[in-house]
């Protein structure tokens, strides 16, 4: 079981919008920890999407943002485009477990 | 431009020991703190350990703590990874990652492209 949820998986047509919720608690996101977002295409090794809650570095599209509020975060993907389809982890540092910790992953489908 | 690549992986049996390396280039290896992160067979991914620029601080992930050491040759631009009493569930792929910060590494800004490591009898 993961420190930080994720649902398993979403979906959406080309085009469309879709987000990922990140929840958290009071020992991690709601500590005031930065979220940070990566997404893995099949095959290959994670890569930095969204860093500091919601920056992009370069080279991202801005079709990708981040939010965080709370004890959760949440990464949007607008103009949703068939070359997105991948999974999708959100990741912060919890203060109790002393210890940097990742969401279960989200894979998300292009319809 | 940075580089990571991990090696040191393979086949080995539960209770046995494997080293890990990832060496680094396109940036100033010192300068960065530097992470392990592992995921397992269709699974999601999983930090494993970090150290801090100088290597004079380490953090571990309970799963590991006592098994596995965290190291690093600034003078070679090399991170290892030591693991020991290796068990079944630590098979996985395991990716050396570079933290943005020096000293406790928060988030992971650049990947290599992993390491296979299978415990198995």
């Known amino acids: 079981q993961s420190v930080l949820t994720q649902p398993p998986s979403v979906s959406g047509a080309p085009g469309q919008r879709v987000t990922i919720s990140c929840t958290g608690s009071?020992?991690?996101?709601?500590?005031?920890?930065?979220v940070h977002w990566y997404q893995q295409l099949p095959g290959t090794a994670p890569k930095l999407l969204i860093y500091?809650?919601?920056n992009r570095p370069s080279g991202v599209p801005d079709r990708f943002s981040g939010s965080k509020s709370g004890t959760s975060a949440s990464l949007a993907i607008t103009g949703l485009q068939a070359e997105d389809e991948a999974d999708y982890y959100c990741?912060?540092?919890?203060?109790?477990?002393?210890?940097?910790?990742f969401g279960g992953g989200t894979k998300l489908t292009v319809l | 431009e940075v580089q990571l690549v991990e090696s040191g992986g393979g086949l080995v049996q539960p209770g046995g020991s494997l080293r890990l390396s990832c060496a680094a280039s396109?940036?100033?290896?010192?300068?960065?703190?530097m992470s392990w992160v592992r995921q397992a067979p269709g699974k999601g991914l999983e930090w494993v350990s970090g150290?801090?620029?100088?290597?004079?601080?380490?953090y571990y992930a309970d799963s590991v703590k006592g098994r596995f050491t965290i190291s690093r040759d600034n003078s070679k631009n090399t991170l290892y990874l030591q693991m020991n009493s290796l068990r079944v569930e630590d098979t996985a792929i395991y990716y050396c990652?570079?933290?943005?910060?020096?000293?406790?590494?928060?988030?992971?800004?650049?990947w290599g492209q992993g390491t296979l490591v299978t415990v198995s009898s």
């Open positions: 990741q912060s540092y919890d203060t109790s477990l002393s210890a940097v910790v």
């Open positions: 990652a570079k933290a943005p910060g020096s000293v406790r590494p928060r988030n992971c800004d650049y």
């Open positions: 396109g940036f100033t290896f010192s300068t960065y703190a």
């Open positions: 150290i801090s620029g100088s290597g004079g601080s380490t």
């Open positions: 009071s020992s991690n996101i709601g500590a005031g920890y930065d």
């Open positions: 500091d809650n919601s």
